[in-house]
């Protein structure tokens, strides 16, 4: 099964997932989804996945990701 790297935030990871969502990337990075979202680098484009948390991405070897946080905070 292969195994493809990726790095969000400059950390590598690894997943044997052909597809995941932003949420799924988000979590496993220990990201809450409620507060941030994720951005794809390619090249000088990004693709941002803020209103497509639950949108598969289709992993290819050294994806480059990064969160933004969002602003939201909890109410007190």
Known sequence: ???FQYT???EPYNTSEHTLT???ILQL???DPTSYYLK???GQH???YKDKMDE???MHQHMKFITIYNGSTGVS
Do not use: L, Y
Request: cysteine-free.
């Open 22 to 24: 932003a949420r799924q």
């Open 56 to 58: 598969p991405i289709h």
């Open 8 to 10: 969000v935030d400059d």
């Open 46 to 48: 990004q693709e941002s």
């Open 40 to 42: 794809q680098i390619k």
């Open 29 to 31: 990075v220990g990201k």
């Open 1 to 3: 099964m292969p195994t």
